[in-house]
């Protein structure tokens, strides 16, 4: 099923789009845009249209704007129904109508309705929103300007009411008639220390003279054909701060707008916990769904998605502790366990989920991810091992909403930690699923490596949970603060927290301060972070920390047009319509009422086709000069086929399997020697002592053992020490992967090779010729 990225009719057919241009403005964490869409009718008939586009789920989009003519027609934010009444009344009437609104089904798609587009008509439509944007761990601050809308899988037993099901043809991306332009401002008082892009830029424009301030744009020739990255490192991105805004002149007391609002962000410095936890039951969705065949990006040489997430398996399943349980799901239509129920982590069951991950496939069909989803949901909970669940999808599922539902209706028995693998995964689902489970959400494309991320991921996993999170407020007297976030009770190590407070009551003189305090307790232990900051409101003619607050505040009441309960469907629409930021119940409408020129209905419809990157394995419909589209190929029929019709391949393959040991010769992390070690660690940490590590030394295995510092001394001790030292020595650089299995290898050696383990270390330091530092063994 395609649905696609730009101006489409009702007939799906779209209309001619000649240019699309962004503005951007990134101030210290926050992102202003300003996007325009310039179309022009050069048919000789009136037109109606839709646009339909993905963004990024956390943008708050508060403001629509269509310019007719050179005429601005400024939108107003309504009752998502009455804008729809007020629409179509409208056209009916003969005037120009614009409406914008929220898909029904999911936060990062948006539908725009163009009625009554007359000939020769200009249209430029302009949207602006604000976003905060996520800290990487490297400390870049990451701006993602959605390009690609792939395909997604209606859940079965759903209504089709979204404008996701419209399709639309698709050409090669040589073809594509419409152009993309970005100019972006970045600034910080902290100073900026690089920009870099998985695009193309122009030559970086730095001023200032701590480079506080850069301009860049996007080079010239690009296409829709990935999402726009920008990665922006600044000198600072540690220090905690609350910026104070000034509210809307004339509103209502009780109105969100009207008072003062403080963004707060702090940068919580939680210990590691020494030792993390060991227990726990992990739980492993993965989607092995069609599209999980395509390629992570258009790059040349790109992995496949379905083999990058194979590797990641192997690796999660050899950093796991000892006496955990595990499972693992593949899903797709259809779906299966590994294990009937989840099994306690040992080498015998290690070895048997190896080799099923070696034969999973992406052969599954559509992605149906709400039926596994209830049964690991169902299944009885095992007493002292809390459920951590880890969702890897492309995130291509129409319903996010529904699957948000499911998973927040079981966040108080588990946390949920999700990655959206390739471009155009949904931050909808990716991010909402993590958010209302209490975990953390990653999204891998391009050339990054999903192993570091989920990795990070585990070790979170592995750490005590933060307690007794509270903030309080030492303001003047007169003043206090309101929150509008949710109640934060999870803190994850080296992550940035924001939450948003409106202050009410008399503000002081401009040179008052006041104090906001960070508490919490970590193993019986207690922390706070304080900062102090003025209490001068600043001046912001866009509202932005307003609207910010309203967004965050929308995104834990507002679950859908169809599932938001009623009482938090009044909360949505009041705080929607009072701040100006759209939600699922709302929707933009704008009539021209100077244009009332009656026109013969049906209006005509026009198409350009929507691009296509060539890469996907899918075969997608060719578009011909008269404008109709060629059958879709078997590919993608596979994947919108109705999940009864898909048989369970993956099923039938696995279960007439013999066990076979484990073989990674198909997987290839990038060093075949470090795939290789890790393929013959053991579950309890260890190597043993054979030809294969030898292979991986570049030594003989006589030799190795020739080597052996001490007689009588078990030779896994030596061999676990070698594989030890070899990792630091020759992989350094990927030690954030391989850090979880290194660290049960070191902990096996204490254990097993007591007071002769500094022999050891010492002896295989003189036999690698490492400059590694023994210490590292801590003995």
Known sequence: MVHPCGLLTRREEPVPLKSISVTLSICEFVAGVSATLNYENEEKVPLEAFFVFPMDEDSAVYSFEAMVDGKKIMAELQDK????????????????????????????????????LHPGCKVALTLKYVQELPLEADGALRYVLPAILNPRYCLSGWSEDSCLNMKTPVVPLEDLPYTLSVVATISSQHGIER?????????????????????????????????????VYY?????????????????????LMGDPSAMVSFYPNIPEAQPPITCGEFVFLMDCSGSMQGPMSKQDKSQLRIEAAKETLILLLKSLPIGCYFNIYGFGSSYEAFFPNSVKYNQHTMEEALRRVNLMQADLGGTEILRPLKTIYGASSIPGHPLQLFVFTDGEVIDSFSVIKEVRSNSLRHRCFSFGIGEGASTSLIKGIARVAGGTSEFITGKERMQSKVLRALKRSLQPVVEDVSLSWDLPQGLSAKMLSPEQTVIFRGQRLIVYAQLTGMMPPAEATGEVCLKYTLQGKSFENKVTFSLQPKLDANLTIHRLAAKSFLQT???????????????????????????????????????????????????????????????????????????????????????????????????????????????????????????????????????????????????????????????????????????????????????????????????????????????????????????????
């Not at 804008?83 to 179509?88: F, G, K, L, V």
């Not at 409408?589 to 296509?612: E, G, H, M, S, T």
């Not at 070698?722 to 050696?749: F, G, P, S």
């Open 195 to 231: 920009i870099q892009s998985n695009c193309p830029l122009s030559p970086i424009e730095y001023h200032g003279d701590d480079k506080t301030s850069a301009q860049v744009s996007l080079a010239d020739g690009h296409k829709f054909d990935r999402d726009v990255e920008l990665l």
């Open 235 to 255: 000198s600072e991105v540690h220090t905690p701060s609350v910026a104070v805004e000034m509210g809307k002149p004339k509103t209502d007391s009780d109105c």
């Open 557 to 779: 009441k507002d679950m859908g047009f169809r599932e938001t309960p009623a009482n938090d469907k009044k909360d949505v629409l009041k705080v929607s319509l009072e701040c100006g930021v759209i939600s699922s119940h709302t929707a933009f409408i704008a009539i021209n009422k100077d244009l009332n020129k009656p026109v013969q209905r049906p209006l005509v419809r026009r198409a350009i086709p929507r691009p296509i990157l060539m890469s996907t394995p899918v075969v997608m419909s060719s578009y011909n000069r008269s404008g109709k589209t060629q059958a879709l190929g078997q590919k993608l029929k596979k994947k919108c086929r109705p999940p009864e019709e898909i048989s369970p391949e993956m099923e039938t393959a696995r279960s007439s399997s013999n066990r076979t040991n484990l073989e990674t010769r198909n997987t290839v992390f990038g060093n075949e020697h470090l795939v290789q070690l890790i393929s013959l660690q053991k579950a309890n940490g260890s190597w043993d002592l054979n030809e294969g590590l030898a292979v991986v030394l570049g030594m003989s295995l006589e030799d190795v053992l020739a080597a052996l510092p001490l007689k009588n001394v078990d030779s896994s001790s030596w061999a676990t020490v070698l594989a030890v030292l070899w990792l630091h020595t020759y992989n350094k650089d990927l030690q954030y992967e391989w850090e979880l299995l290194e660290r049960k290898a070191v902990a096996w050696i204490r254990f097993h090779a007591g007071s002769i383990m500094h022999v050891l270390v010492k002896a295989a330091v003189a036999f690698l010729k490492s400059s590694v530092d023994p210490t590292m063994f801590a003995f």
């Open 81 to 116: 129904m009455k804008a729809h009444t007020n629409y179509e009344n409208a056209i009916s009437q003969g005037h120009q109508a614009f409406l914008l609104e929220e898909d029904r089904c999911s936060r990062d798609v948006f539908c725009c309705n163009v009625g009554n």
